[in-house]
């Protein structure tokens, strides 16, 4: 009789870019503007299972440069990565697509956007390296007191 294998499956099947948009709506008024622009930056992490024992796992970042209340350029990307995960205690699943996942995704991320800004004409905006494990943290930290103010 064959046992089976209990062991953890951790494998990348593919990283791709899932979305990648960019707008210039106030073109070309806003790049004769000589004040530098103001920089914000989200980010997000999302995981979708796809089949048994394989997950999407996504990372998005939202950039986007005014001046004043203009708009000089948004960009939004989403660098995504299909992954086998098998044969992983449930307690430690969740650190596994929220913290080694992204970290996997992220430096793929961080080039498309930087191509793509570049590729638009403007100096290239660089994310920065994102601590996954504090984020993943942080989130579970929220969601708990949200779920201790439910009411009862």
Not at 8 to 13: A, C, L, W
Not at 69 to 74: A, N, P
Not at 79 to 89: K, L, M, S
Request: hydrophobic share 40%.
């Amino acid at each position: 009789m064959a046992e089976q294998d209990n062991s953890p499956v951790f494998q990348i099947q593919r990283v791709y870019l899932k979305d990648l948009s960019l707008e210039q709506p106030n073109s070309p008024a806003i790049l004769l503007e000589q004040e530098q622009p103001s920089v914000d930056i989200q980010l997000g992490v999302e995981a979708t299972p796809v089949a048994e024992g394989v997950y999407e796992v996504a990372v998005t970042a939202t950039v986007q440069t005014k001046i004043q209340d203009k708009t000089v350029f948004l960009v939004e990307a989403k660098q995504a990565g299909i992954f086998e995960i098998r044969n992983v205690p449930e307690d430690q699943m969740g650190g596994v697509i929220g913290i080694a996942c992204p970290q996997i995704i992220y430096p793929y991320l961080r080039g498309n956007v930087a191509d793509v800004v570049t590729r638009a004409g403007f100096p290239p905006v660089h994310l920065a390296e994102i601590n996954f494990q504090a984020m993943y943290e942080q989130q579970q930290a929220a969601a708990a007191q949200t779920e201790g103010q439910l009411p009862q």
